[in-house]
């Protein structure tokens, strides 16, 4: 699903809004819609709805991007006129909204207000739980009666990130219909219906009244099978953490990603929670509240996921990282300088170029960089009083709530893992000297300023994949070597190397890497390699 919205994300499509207020009198301050579509989100009395002829149908069309949206309609234009649709269509989780997913140009039919469906039909939330599959498909879909048998039509969202697709089907008030779920868009990726429970090969289901059909497991007849469920303990180290820290929670599909499940300060920087989840694993993030604000910090990296089999104690695992392990000591503040290189990239720069990274809590805090004065094309921003050791970013081209604007996949060879499906740039500081990170835009090639390129753009770990061993020849100088393994975790470091260096396997095991090669005057180069 994420990686539909990435590609799609530049993809405006007309959405058209309906709704029928029946017997309802109409207020003198209008009918509305509001959503998470509209900017800013969710504001009452800024999208109006148009009465129909003489009907008791209003409706609006607004443009939108490709995605998923939350809305309702208001008999007004303030909080309070809102309706409260019913929970068998709404999106659940306590969550009170109704819910689109845009694909295309999309008309909505004109439900009631405050119901579920149109006048004179019911409506089948449709729900299906992937989480058994070994592979699912970006897109997931329904099938049946109710829609023509268009495999691709009726397209299923995960709105909690926990497996389970919805979509809804109107049908008129106690019609029947056949349906199937599809691992894709096209037949072939459709379910096998068990025949304990298919009537012609298909799933049924009755419409007699506003009903929820599922979730059932994919090919099978009932939900999913509910795992034995055991008390897990994380403990996450906040000791990177350079603001002054009031509190911290996790969220994950467990509180549908709101967050809210507090975690204990055990001094020493440690916070911790114990969770009763069911086997064999579970998803989270922390996230921290600090120097009064009410906006949470969430940390970099994937989605955190224990594995367990019983009552278990995790090791403290630093914030941000997806390995366990004590933070890595902060270094006394330094002033880090980033630069962009658009002269050489394959796009042209926009009217403003961001950076963004977990320091400004990504894409709220984003920094505007300002064009270079002395080399053309290349955009800077100087940071003084940088905290952290580890630093997480990359630049944006244009608007920062657009994925498409971001550096990838130039940066996939070069970057760790983001935990969405995208990469993200990775230094981590070993002491408290000034760096400059400069590189072309998208690109893992460094960009180079009153620095002999040759220093480092010629530096590459041969042979590569390697077995046993490798070298790479750094020539003169004194440089910093960490390698990384694919989750960002430094697995060795080298100081002070010069010279023809050797890389032997030891405790690496079969993969990708990661290695950063840091100069004397701040300079970076980071590349991947591969053991066998």
Request: proline share 6%.
């Amino acid at each position: 699903m994420l990686a539909i919205l990435f590609m799609g994300s530049t993809f405006a499509h007309n959405l058209t809004f309906k709704v029928d207020l029946g017997t309802a009198t109409p207020s003198a301050n209008g009918v509305h819609v509001a959503g998470s579509f509209q900017n800013p989100a969710w504001t009452p009395g800024a999208t109006a709805m148009t009465q129909v002829g003489t009907s008791s149908i209003y409706q609006v069309t607004v443009t939108v991007p490709t995605g998923n949206y939350e809305f309702k309609f208001l008999n007004g234009n303030a909080w309070g006129d809102d309706e409260t649709p019913g929970a068998n269509c709404s999106i659940g989780g306590g969550n009170g909204n109704r819910w689109v997913s845009v694909w295309s140009d999309t008309t909505l039919p004109a439900v009631m207000y405050g119901g579920c469906a149109p006048n004179g039909m019911n409506s089948i939330m449709l729900m299906v739980d992937m989480s058994t599959q070994s592979s699912v498909n970006d897109t997931i879909s329904a099938a049946g009666s109710f829609q023509g048998w268009s495999p691709g039509a009726t397209i299923m969202a995960d709105w909690f990130n926990d497996s389970i697709y919805r979509a809804i089907a109107y049908v008129p008030a106690g019609d029947t219909i056949s349906y199937k779920f599809l691992n894709g868009a096209a037949w072939g990726t459709d379910e096998s219906v068990p025949g304990a429970c298919a009537v012609g090969g298909n799933r049924q289901a009755i419409a007699n009244g506003d009903i929820i059909a599922g979730p059932y497991c994919f090919s099978q007849c009932v939900s999913c099978f509910i795992p034995d469920t055991f008390d897990v303990t994380i403990r996450v180290d906040l000791q990177n953490v350079c603001a002054s820290v009031d509190s911290v929670d996790i969220a994950g599909p467990l509180n549908g990603w709101a967050g809210g499940d507090m975690m204990t300060d055990m001094g020493n920087g440690i916070w911790e929670i114990t969770v009763r989840q069911p086997e064999p694993s579970f998803k989270y993030k922390a996230r921290y509240f600090a120097d009064g604000s009410s906006s949470p910090n969430w940390e970099g990296g994937g989605d955190k996921e224990p594995v367990f089999s019983s009552d278990t104690i995790l090791p403290v695992r630093c914030f941000g990282a997806d390995v366990y392990g004590a933070c890595v000591p902060k270094p006394t503040p330094a002033t880090i300088t980033f630069r962009v290189d658009f002269a050489n990239a394959s796009v042209t720069p926009a009217s403003t170029i961001y950076l963004i990274g977990d320091f400004t809590q990504w894409q709220t805090n984003a920094i505007a960089l300002t064009a270079s004065t002395a080399n053309p094309g290349v955009y800077e921003t100087v940071v003084p009083n940088f905290c952290p050791a580890e630093i997480f970013y990359k630049f944006v081209n244009g608007d920062v709530n657009l994925p498409a604007n971001e550096e990838n996949p130039g940066i996939a060879s070069c970057g760790v893992p983001s935990g969405n499906g995208g990469f993200n740039r990775y230094f981590l500081r070993p002491d408290g000297n000034d760096y400059t990170l400069q590189f072309i835009f998208d690109s893992c090639q460094a960009l180079f300023i009153g620095v002999d390129e040759n220093m480092l753009n010629q530096v590459v770990v041969s042979p590569n994949p390697m077995s046993t061993y490798a070298t790479m020849d750094l020539g003169e100088g004194n440089y910093a070597i960490r390698i990384l393994d694919i989750t960002g975790r430094v697995i060795r470091e080298i100081e002070s190397a010069t010279g023809v260096v050797t890389i032997d396997r030891a405790n690496m095991t079969s993969g990708i890497y990661f290695l950063t090669v840091t100069g004397e005057k701040g300079e970076t180069r980071t590349s991947k390699f591969i053991v066998e």
